[in-house]
């Protein structure tokens, strides 16, 4: 490859352009985190060498929304914006093949490879640009990435937690309940004006203030115009079918349960991983016993710590020194079976959960 040859411009020279610009619009339906917005941006005050940011989070939290949320209110400082939906490693190759493109249209025709190099050079070589990897899997996939560029502002999503050496780090938790009561609302009534909203603090406690639950749950409100007294009902007689419904236009990539099964996918290496999770979501969400999990575990206690560490690294559980808490609609969506029940009178196939530990002695007036 010639650096300024016919096809080939030298990055270097090549001007930032607010106008070439790339993000997603937001939503106008964002509420609250105004404290969350205010630890960002105060992460991401800093020059000279490359600031970079992590956002992590549950899926379905709203990491991606705070995000965009941010570029909106502040691309004015920066002289350039790139949102790359960041998935997979192709994904950033060719997201940054993008930025080259859109930089320099004389490299459409070059191989995407060299395209995603000149991206990274131009990169290396300017400052007062913002760039967002969306929804990264693994800190390992932009590791390379992070190497060889020094400057610049860099935000990252991700549901994982931990591995983010030498990054500023965000955990970004559930809506309070006002706020999720008011996104709920919001979402209704931008549809449904007059809506009638009687226990909507109900449901949004049932959705555990999920940002992503508490929107495909108005949608479905607004789209069907019930109530969310009935909508409880549904999630009380219909789990599955609730947990995987999308509303006309919906993203169906985007459901509840699709969103924590692409996480658990990514787990499937550690099989006690499912058995863990399965066992977790009977017993009450907050203020699980470690001790006792362990103890009634049928796997060497090594098993079930890598199981802990690795569903906590991907924010599916929460630890500390003596409990583990799990999010109650991450309960809901693990005991909801993922095939409909056999027919009445036919036969019936075993049981797919792990059983209950016994009880360790007789209950107190019990022979």
Same mark, same amino acid.
């Given at each position: 490859? *010639?650096?300024?040859?016919?096809?080939?411009?030298?990055?270097?020279?090549i001007?930032?352009?607010?106008? $070439?610009?790339?993000?997603?619009?937001?939503?106008?339906?964002?509420?609250?985190?105004?404290?969350?917005?205010?630890?960002?941006d105060a992460a991401?005050a800093?020059?000279?060498?490359? *600031?970079?940011? +992590?956002v992590?989070?549950?899926?379905g *939290?709203?990491?991606? =929304?705070?995000?965009a949320?941010?570029?909106?209110?502040?691309?004015?400082?920066?002289r350039l914006?790139w &949102?790359?939906? /960041?998935?997979?490693?192709?994904a950033?190759?060719?997201g $940054?093949a993008?930025? /080259?493109?859109?930089?320099?249209?004389?490299t459409?025709n070059?191989?995407?490879?060299q395209?995603?190099?000149? /991206?990274?050079? &131009?990169?290396?070589?300017?400052?007062?640009?913002?760039?967002?990897?969306?929804?990264l899997t =693994?800190p390992a996939h932009?590791?390379?990435l992070?190497?060889?560029?020094r400057?610049?502002t860099?935000v990252? =999503?991700?549901?994982? +937690?931990s591995?983010w050496?030498?990054?500023k +780090?965000?955990?970004?938790?559930?809506?309070?309940p006002?706020?999720a009561m008011?996104?709920?609302?919001?979402v209704v009534?931008t549809e449904?004006p007059?809506?009638d909203?009687?226990?909507?603090?109900?449901?949004?406690?049932?959705l555990?203030?999920?940002?992503?639950? *508490?929107?495909?749950?108005?949608?479905?409100?607004?789209?069907?115009?019930?109530?969310? #007294?009935a909508?409880l009902d549904?999630?009380?007689?219909?789990?599955?079918?609730?947990? #995987?419904t #999308?509303?006309?236009?919906g993203d169906?990539?985007r #459901?509840?349960?699709?969103? &924590?099964?692409?996480?658990?996918?990514?787990?499937?290496?550690?099989p006690?991983v499912?058995?863990?999770l399965?066992?977790?979501a &009977?017993?009450?969400?907050?203020?699980?016993?470690?001790?006792?999990?362990?103890?009634?575990?049928?796997?060497p206690?090594?098993?079930v710590?890598?199981?802990?560490?690795r569903?906590?690294?991907?924010?599916?559980?929460?630890?500390?020194?003596?409990?583990?808490?799990?999010?109650?609609l991450?309960?809901?969506?693990?005991?909801?079976?993922?095939?409909?029940?056999?027919?009445?009178?036919?036969?019936?196939p075993r049981?797919?959960?792990?059983?209950?530990?016994?009880?360790?002695?007789?209950?107190?007036?019990?022979?």
């Amino acid at each position: 490859m *010639v650096v300024g040859g016919p096809h080939v411009p030298a990055m270097e020279s090549i001007p930032a352009s607010a106008e $070439l610009s790339r993000f997603p619009r937001g939503s106008d339906l964002f509420v609250g985190r105004s404290d969350e917005l205010d630890r960002l941006d105060a992460a991401v005050a800093g020059s000279g060498r490359a *600031v970079v940011v +992590a956002v992590h989070g549950l899926g379905g *939290v709203g990491k991606s =929304t705070l995000s965009a949320r941010f570029v909106r209110l502040h691309a004015d400082r920066y002289r350039l914006v790139w &949102w790359i939906t /960041a998935d997979s490693a192709s994904a950033i190759d060719s997201g $940054l093949a993008d930025l /080259a493109t859109t930089l320099a249209p004389q490299t459409a025709n070059l191989p995407s490879d060299q395209r995603t190099e000149l /991206a990274v050079r &131009w990169l290396a070589t300017h400052d007062g640009w913002l760039l967002v990897l969306d929804n990264l899997t =693994t800190p390992a996939h932009a590791e390379e990435l992070l190497e060889r560029v020094r400057t610049g502002t860099i935000v990252i =999503t991700s549901r994982q +937690a931990s591995g983010w050496r030498g990054v500023k +780090a965000i955990q970004l938790d559930v809506l309070s309940p006002s706020e999720a009561m008011e996104l709920l609302s919001r979402v209704v009534r931008t549809e449904w004006p007059d809506a009638d909203l009687p226990d909507v603090d109900r449901l949004c406690e049932e959705l555990g203030w999920l940002p992503l639950a *508490v929107e495909q749950a108005g949608a479905y409100l607004a789209q069907t115009r019930i109530t969310p #007294t009935a909508y409880l009902d549904l999630l009380r007689r219909y789990p599955a079918r609730m947990f #995987t419904t #999308t509303v006309e236009g919906g993203d169906a990539q985007r #459901t509840m349960a699709r969103v &924590w099964h692409i996480t658990l996918d990514r787990l499937a290496d550690t099989p006690s991983v499912g058995r863990l999770l399965r066992r977790l979501a &009977w017993y009450a969400p907050e203020a699980i016993p470690r001790r006792l999990i362990i103890t009634s575990a049928r796997e060497p206690e090594p098993d079930v710590l890598e199981a802990l560490g690795r569903l906590a690294a991907y924010n599916m559980i929460t630890l500390d020194t003596h409990t583990i808490a799990v999010h109650r609609l991450v309960q809901a969506v693990t005991r909801t079976p993922d095939r409909p029940p056999p027919p009445t009178g036919g036969h019936h196939p075993r049981p797919r959960h792990h059983r209950c530990p016994p009880l360790p002695r007789p209950l107190p007036g019990r022979a």
